[in-house]
């Protein structure tokens, strides 16, 4: 907090003045970042800087009494309440001697227009304690603060979705305890009353309380079927597909025993997914297979293909798909016939297609009406290596060329396999940037840095002088890293977003149009720090739509060792809009 | 004794229906699907002209139409209802539900029972306080 002594008698009070105003002459706050204004205890402006002036819009004029705390601009607090100026802060920490630490309020000009401003107010106090001004530090947040707002509302709006699906959730529990309390009760209901007749009436009542059972053994199901869907890619390993396959029959073991299935297995490879999933997948096909057939099924699971993808096939003697509901097969609580003739809610194939989307499998079938359905399912054999196909589905492809086009709202990455294979990429970049007069932020490690500049050199790049004009500004990565770390994990999103917010307000002052190099996620990944990755990415993000940039990441391969390491760079990758080929 | 179930589901319109003929309770039991319906039952216009004078009503909270909340505003804003107790009966066990109902002016607010031995002993309940026990304001 700012306090301010100035060392002077009582008795020279009148000189006070004059030397306050001295200050004026020296400059002394000139070069300070913020607006700053003194007042005497009377409220006579003793002295302001350059930037109070054009915060103010105007040149006050030193102990004019007319010109007491400033009244040329109106101010109100945020939620609109006039402050005047004779009742405002500053008067209070003359009269009052009360301090103001960070309080914003709006300032209006005579205009009109409004900007907010973030003011810093202490009392000066000559060496006995007596008041005898005020300083007041202040900064135009406008921008600042109407980010936080709209941060904010994003919150709120979060925090909003997730109470709505905890809603959802009680609701459904809620709606489950219904219709399973009326059958129990019309199942007693029963007992007392009909224990030896049974006549039309008892039998509506039986009914009743089947079909609600019934009906909540449904909902579970396919809450606990939506459960089951959801989940992380981190779950994901090498699964032995007979397996998979041995737990979906044992599910439906009385569906088989019952129908007189017969089930022919041939022996199935390994896929890369999650078993648990992939157990769901048989179930719902094979308990499909069973249900829609008129005769004794018999349902056959074969290898299809075995390149590349693993493609698995099964096959019914079922009632067959007439081919028009072909794309509504997979839809949600899509039904094709009435709850008498094959009784269900619709949920087994729309789950089965979540699954294989989630493991970047597919879904499909063939069927002849009467005699049969295929249905297949096709799933990664093994994990997509990182430099392969698994990363465009989450970021848009995109070529290298991207690199060199003017600077626009995306968000681009790029993994690198060998630790110097993405330097031309970034060069690419940045000289792209500084030959369209954009500004630069080049948050990279002390080496890399280093490399960039003799690379920008070699292209004859004036780099000292891109520095020197902060056409380029560097910030050191592994620095950053280190003092977010020491500021605490628990404020990493909030500390670091607002590093980026003030860098980029900074150079966007200067340089409409910028782009970023950010190397800082890659750090964290070398140090095995994924989830800080996955939060500064998200962070980015949200700063690349807003603020219309170009940044470019980039990812060195190794870092991700582990399964765990590579679900994390699916998360990493959809937090970018663009992904170029490795390098 | 005249009682009006304001009551959607069929279900529990029968086991009311059922546990109060178990209960032996001595009451002539009215039964609507809506609160609507029981507005129309109780000012007797609509398909009610010749509804009885109703002393108790057992309100159902989640409705169709009008819901039971509504319902309640409706009889206990209405001069010519508002002496006539409610029972609200529901699933919720939200305080929130609970506290609103008795600032609408409910008389108890009771959770279903999810057995039917507990419905009977409900009724039993209220056979002994509010049709036996309680006074009402004379027709």
Redesign the interface.
Known sequence: MLSFAVKQKPAQHHNNDMNLSLLQQTNLFDSFPSAVYMCDSQGQITYFNQRAVMLWRRTPRLLDPKELFCPFSKAYTLDDQYMPREQGLMAAAVREGRVAKDIRVKQEHPDGSQIIVQVNISPIKDEEGRIIGAINIFQDVTEQHELEKSLQLVNEELKWNTEELEQLAYCAS?DL??PL??A???I??LE??YQNVLDGEAIDYIN?AVK?CERAKDLLNDLLAYNRVRGKYSSFAQVDLNKALGKALLDLKAEIIQKKAVIICEDLPSAFGDENKISLVFQNLIGNALKFCLRTPEIRVFVKDHEGDVTIGVQDNGIGIDPSYKSKVFEIFQRLHSDEDYSGSGIGLAVCKKILEQHRGAVWFESSPSKGTIFYFSLPAQPAAIKDTILPVLARAASEELLNTPSDSRHIMQVYNSPHSYRDSVVKFLAAGIEKDEGIIVLATQPHWEEFQASLARKNFDVTMLVKTQKIRFIDAEGLRRDLLAQGKEQFVENFTAIVLDLILETRRVFPKFRAFGELVDVFCAHGEMDMAVEAEKVWDQFVKRYDFALFCAYFAANFKSNEDQSRIVDICQNHSHLLPAS | MNILIVEDNKADQVIMQEAFKEAKVNCQLSLVNDGVEAMEFLNRTGNFHASPKIDLILLDLNLPKRNGRETLVDIKSNTKLKHIPVLVFSNSESPQDICQCYTLGVNAYINKPSDFQAVVNLVHIIDTFWIKLVRYCPH
């Open positions: 809620h305890r219904e309390r009326v129990s009760m019309y007693q209901l007392r009353k009743t609600s």
